[in-house]
């Protein structure tokens, strides 16, 4: 049980395009999901809570223009990278905690964005 | 200080081996601890998670938490080539993951 199913696992456009990530709850419901960024050999960044039916919180230091989070269901989070440039390469994470009690968080394979 | 250490490793081992991975952390605050694997390109996969101080076993794995120390392990006993990842520490205050803070991780090779 708990699954989380991230899509697609690896993505490569030019740059100033936009890329949308899909994080999606398989077999639970999930009131609140989070995006992690990860550079080689370091350990997982939070940049945003999602948070089904409202707005996303937001590390500091990221920019919600930039990435934009949208949580419409109990099981589907979307993190949309805008205008994406080459800086923004990286391995993107989702995870998700099953909704009712304490619950750690079970986490998507990861999204590998290459920018051209 | 950082909030979560972790020994910072690699840590290569022969196969069979007993494995010990350790986390100090600084906030007494921190109810719930767990033990992450990660494979090279893939996500964090849960492994072991636990709440109050004692030992948990599952399998081959053993979490152990002392929280007047502030200390956690993850044992893993007749280590096997399959076990090679990053083992992430993590810690989280409070239910559904809120601030959630993982430790920056150990490199594991065990040796065939």
């Known amino acids: 049980g708990a699954v989380v199913s991230q899509h697609p696992s690896w993505v490569i456009c030019k740059s100033g395009t936009s890329v949308k990530i899909e994080c999606r709850s398989l077999?639970?419901?999930?009131?609140?999901m989070f995006w992690y960024r990860q550079f080689p050999k370091q350990s997982l960044m939070l940049m945003a809570t999602s948070n089904e039916g409202s707005k996303a919180t937001y590390e500091q230091g990221v920019e919600k223009d930039k990435f934009l989070i949208n949580h419409a269901s109990l099981t589907l989070s979307t993190l949309t990278v805008t205008s994406a440039h080459p800086e923004d390469s990286s391995f993107y994470i989702c995870?998700?905690?099953?909704?009712?009690?304490?619950?750690?968080?079970?986490f998507g394979d990861g999204t590998r964005l290459s920018i051209l | 200080q950082k909030e979560v250490e972790q020994d910072p490793g690699p840590l290569s081992v022969p196969e069979g081996a007993i494995v010990s991975l350790n986390c100090t952390y600084s906030n007494s605050a921190f109810q719930y601890f767990m033990w992450y694997r990660q494979y090279s390109r893939k996500g964090p996969e849960l492994l072991m998670y636990t709440y109050s101080s004692g030992n948990k076993e599952d399998g081959r794995f053993t979490a152990q938490v002392d929280k007047s120390s502030k200390y956690i392990s993850l044992f893993i006993r007749d280590s096997q080539p399959s076990d090679s990842a990053t083992y992430l520490c993590a810690m989280s205050v409070g239910n559904y993951g809120q601030n959630f803070v993982f430790g920056p991780g150990t490199r594991l090779s065990v040796l065939p």
């Open positions: 077999d639970f419901q999930a009131t609140t």
């Open positions: 995870s998700a905690s099953p909704t009712g009690g304490y619950q750690p968080q079970h």
